[in-house]
C-alpha cells in the first residue's frame, strides 16, 4: 500500500498538533512551577528543613522542563521570602556575592536554632519565677 500525499499531510497535521499540545502543556507546568514559587514564604516557626525542601523540588521540576536557576538566582529567591525578622540575613549575603546557597542555609537554620533555644530559655526562666 502506497502513502498517498493526504496520508502525509494528515500525519504531519498530527505531529504538528501533538507538538504544539505538548508545548503549551510543557509552558503551563513551568508557568505553574514558578507561581508556587512565587508563594512559597517561609513562615516564621515552620519547619525550615521542610519549606527548603519544598522549593529544591520546585526547582527539580523547573529542570526537568529544561529551565535552569543560577545559584545566584535561588540565593536571592530564598532571600526575598524569608520573613521580616531574619533581613539581615539579606544584608550578610549581599555582602558576601560568593556566598552558596548551602551557606546561606546554614547560617538561616543556625538563626532559627538560636531563636528557637531564645524562646525555650526565656520560657524556662519565666516558669522558674513564676510562684
Partial sequence: MACTDDD????????????????????????????QIDFSVYVEGTDWDKHLNK???LIAELAIQNVYIKEKVKKSMIIRYLPESLSFLCTVASAQPDMTVETLNALIRAELNRKKIQTIC????????SP
Fill in 8 to 35: 502525509n499531510k494528515s500525519a504531519h497535521d498530527f505531529w504538528n498538533f501533538l507538538e504544539s499540545t505538548f508545548t503549551k502543556s510543557n509552558e503551563q507546568a513551568i508557568q505553574n512551577v514558578r507561581c
Fill in 55 to 57: 522549593f529544591n523540588a
Fill in 122 to 129: 526565656k520560657v524556662s526562666i519565666t516558669t522558674r519565677a
